[in-house]
């Protein structure tokens, strides 16, 4: 098999993406290799998982740095050059990026977002598809662009909206499908065919049998 490309996730929370990245890379076939998980935040829960797994982990704290944007960056992008890294994987990586992280890693930063974008950016989605009476709901993995959840569209997963969903029983539907979704990317973009075929990125999950057409 080809050389397995290098990649770091940066994480700042419970890190279920970045198990599932980590568990899909522990398969030989699988065409990247995690070479360090980050965190922005001191005991980050992923971080003892990437720990147990016997990844290279490291901790950036951005507090302490308030104002210094950049500077944290700074700090972020040489241990992920110092660990080899040539893609990174956002996951739950709740910071803000400045241009000057954006520019760094253009082109080969990728990052997942509960929501079928271009709808819902930025924060509540579930709250804010159940409020909006979405019928289908999902997420979707793109390359990271200065603005916030936007940036070309690699792969969605939808999932449907039931009648009687919560917040919490829609984020587990959508976060069930994140974990197939961002292995599924991540592993085109290492064999460098993400974005050739449209339709390989495109996920339906737990499809609602269409009315009329059941039988
Ligand atoms: C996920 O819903 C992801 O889409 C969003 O933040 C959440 C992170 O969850 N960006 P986890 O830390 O991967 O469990």
Redesign the pocket.
Known sequence: MAERLPVAVL??????????LLEAASRPDYPARIVLVLSNVVGAP?LAVASAAGVATATVPHKGLTGAREAHERLVDAALREAGAELVC?????RLLTPFLVSAWAGRML????SLLPAFPGLD?HRRALEAGAKLHG?TVHRVTEAMDDGPILGQAAVPVLAGDTEATL?AR??AA?HRLYPAVLAAVARGEAGRVPEAGAMLLNPLPLPGLAD
């Open positions: 994480i700042s929370g419970r890190g279920s993406n970045m198990r599932a992923g956002l996951a739950g990586y709740m990052n997942i977002h509960p989605t997420c984020a959508v976060l994140e």
